[in-house]
């Protein structure tokens, strides 16, 4: 890792639980010594992206970040485009919807928030933080990245142990890559209490001009009310969804998953018709 990757890849220990971090922690979360991370941080603050706290002494994101956040938005709107989606899936499916977008960073890669919705009526709720890096191994966002993105998040993960978040997490790569092969062909991810206990996730891929996910859209759900009819709906919900955010980015949804996709709801609607 080059010099400038090093100093940017402090920007990814930022998070909702530790919004100010000190020059000592952030030499015990790296493994540099201080002199070295202190010439980073340095870097970081003249440029703008840190500022220091001048009672705690402490760095947090500085103005730079959300310039340039709304810079990219404003020539790339993919929040607007993906919000109104997520939304109307929201109130649709009455729970928890987010997009997210593949990120790669120093620690490794994992799926980073693009917007959420928890537009639910009550009962039991999904928390969920726009903060956190969610895991590609552990989360149907995730696996669906792996299955329909780039091909080196997959190698990637290859060469890493996998972390354990919950007594159902996967851990094996082999297991992971069966999980990957399924998602590939079915056209869409599911798991089960693997990020989260109690919670069940589906998700499905959006694309851009090219025939690899930019991201993908999620349904978050209590495992109490997952059952196979509700999966299969949210399924189709994800799977319209997925395919107009995919055209107003200027994309669509490659042949081969068009065809996974078409060949299930036909599939389907033999069989209500039969029944």
Not at 89 to 101: G, I, K, P, T, Y
Not at 181 to 209: L, M, V, W
Not at 214 to 233: C, Q
Not at 239 to 256: F, K, M, R, Y
Request: charged share 20%; net charge negative.
């Amino acid at each position: 890792m080059g010099k400038i990757s090093k100093a940017l890849n402090l920007l990814n220990y930022f998070s909702e639980l530790m919004p100010e971090i000190g020059l000592a922690e952030f030499s015990r979360l790296t493994g540099q010594d201080k002199a070295t991370v202190h010439r980073h941080l340095a870097e970081l603050e003249e440029n703008g992206f840190l500022d220091q706290n001048p009672y705690t002494r402490k760095y947090r994101l500085g103005a730079a970040v959300l310039r340039l956040s709304a810079v990219r938005e404003r020539t790339f709107p993919a929040r607007r485009i993906v919000s109104q989606w997520v939304d109307e899936l929201s109130l649709q499916s009455d729970e928890l919807v987010h997009a997210s977008l593949i990120q790669g960073h120093g620690q490794g890669y994992g799926m980073s928030s693009l917007y959420f919705r928890d537009t639910g009526s009550g009962g039991t709720r999904v928390y969920f933080s726009e903060a956190d890096i969610l895991p590609l191994h552990a989360t149907a966002s995730g696996v669906c990245a792996l299955a329909f993105g780039p091909p080196t998040l997959l190698q990637h993960t290859a060469s890493k142990a996998l972390g354990r978040f919950t007594q159902h997490t996967v851990t094996d790569h082999n297991e992971l890559n069966a999980m990957v092969e399924k998602t590939r062909r079915q056209g869409y991810s599911f798991t089960n209490q693997t990020y989260e206990a109690e919670i069940c996730s589906i998700a499905a891929p959006f694309f851009e001009d090219r025939a690899i996910a930019y991201g993908t859209i999620t349904i978050a759900v209590p495992a109490s009310r997952m059952n196979d009819d509700s999966k299969m709906r949210f399924v189709n919900l994800l799977w319209n969804a997925a395919t107009a955010i995919s055209a107003e980015l200027g994309g669509a949804i490659p042949e081969d998953l068009k065809q996974v996709w078409n060949e299930a709801a036909h599939g389907r609607g033999q069989m209500e018709r039969q029944s």
